[in-house]
């Protein structure tokens, strides 16, 4: 079946880095994506990764993944408050759709 | 501005209602997915339609049903509201089925009382 995971919540201070983790089900998945939901907001795409990549790197993100152990990990460096949101892990599955996990609460202090 | 547009942001009503929410996806873009966001079910797809064609089914209520109309917006209808529906009700296009991205519209807030 396809199932997403993600710890629930996760508080960082300002000018830390941030790695919220994620693990998945459907070894048939073809793209993992992370996306970020600001309050009151609709969903913003970060970035998404490949199956067959190891990482991927955009600016202060880098995503891991390993896919062996169905694990995916997006990474935030010199995290700033403007990066407190929502994060959600999504595995894309047939057709199309996205399975999404709980999402991440990420709290930055200042 | 993903290019997405829901339509309306707010909508409040009461049980054993019924209510519309309509979605314009990008332009050019043939597909549109239906996802409802709720405090404890989190996100989940609903429904998928392809140039006015159903294509995958979700945990869909029997109560909901949706459409693609050939100028290719899309509704979906909520019908016997009940207080659980109340919830954020995405919609998210993209030009085929296959593709990398999807792109999300803000939303609709639901709120039944």
């Known amino acids: 079946g396809e199932d997403v995971e993600q710890s629930l919540f996760l508080s960082v201070r300002e000018g830390d880095s941030s790695v919220i983790n994620c693990t998945y089900t459907?070894?048939?998945?073809?793209?993992l994506y992370w996306y970020k939901q600001e309050p009151g907001a609709g969903l913003q795409l970060l970035t998404y990764?490949?199956?067959?990549?190891d990482m991927k790197q955009d600016q202060r993100l880098t995503v891991l993944l390993n896919k062996k152990d169905k694990h995916l990990s997006l990474r935030i460096a010199d995290t700033q408050t403007g990066d407190s949101a929502i994060y959600f892990c999504a595995e894309k599955g047939n057709t199309g759709k996205l399975i999404f996990g709980q999402g991440t609460t990420l709290q930055v202090k200042p | 501005d993903s290019g997405v547009t829901q339509t309306p942001k707010h909508l409040i009503t009461a049980t054993g209602q019924r209510v519309t929410l309509r979605c314009s996806p990008r332009s050019g873009d043939l597909s549109v997915y239906w996802y409802q966001q709720s405090l404890d079910q989190g996100l989940q797809f609903l429904i998928q339609y392809y140039n006015g064609e159903e294509r995958a089914k979700g945990n869909i209520l029997e109560r909901f049903s949706a459409q693609q109309f050939p100028d290719l917006h899309s509704e979906l209808n909520l019908s016997s509201l009940e207080l659980g529906d109340s919830a954020l009700y995405f919609c998210?296009?993209?030009?085929?089925?296959?593709?990398?991205?999807?792109?999300f519209g803000q939303g609709t807030r639901l709120t039944v009382v």
């Open positions: 990764i490949f199956s067959n990549m």
């Open positions: 459907d070894s048939s998945s073809t793209y």
């Open positions: 998210a296009s993209s030009p085929n089925t296959g593709d990398t991205e999807a792109f």
